[in-house]
């Protein structure tokens, strides 16, 4: 069993910056992708960035440039967001992926408003 452990919600300016992280404890297997996903009002979730324990990454076309996912060895994924945008108002869920097996955090709520 994995369990996740998310930062807090905040309430950001459009343009400002914000880190989330993530930290994974339990019976972690060692091949094993994590990241985030985002949900909206009233939309589907949608991959956000991911990182693979060995160190692939996989972006949303939407954040590429201005987001980076990186993780370190104490099973802890961080999501450096950057120029957030109002519509990227969302839910933001860490999610933890192996074979077999997707894990979800309660979700991170983000809200880029002035």
């Known amino acids: 069993q994995v369990q996740l452990v998310e930062s807090s919600g905040v309430l950001v300016q459009p343009t400002a910056s914000l880190r989330l992280s993530c930290s994974a404890s339990?019976?972690?297997?060692?091949?094993?992708?994590m990241g985030w996903y985002r949900q909206a009002p009233g939309k589907e979730r949608e991959l956000v960035a991911t990182?693979?324990?060995?160190?692939?990454t996989n972006y949303a076309n939407s954040v590429k440039g201005r987001f980076t996912i990186s993780r370190n060895t104490t099973n802890t994924v961080y999501l450096q967001m950057n120029m957030l945008k109002p519509e990227e108002t969302a839910a933001y869920y860490c999610?933890?992926?192996?074979?077999?097996?997707?894990?979800w955090g309660r979700g991170t709520q983000v809200t880029v408003s002035s």
């Open positions: 999610n933890y992926r192996t074979t077999g097996r997707t894990v």
């Open positions: 339990g019976n972690i297997f060692h091949f094993n992708t």
């Open positions: 990182q693979a324990n060995g160190g692939i």
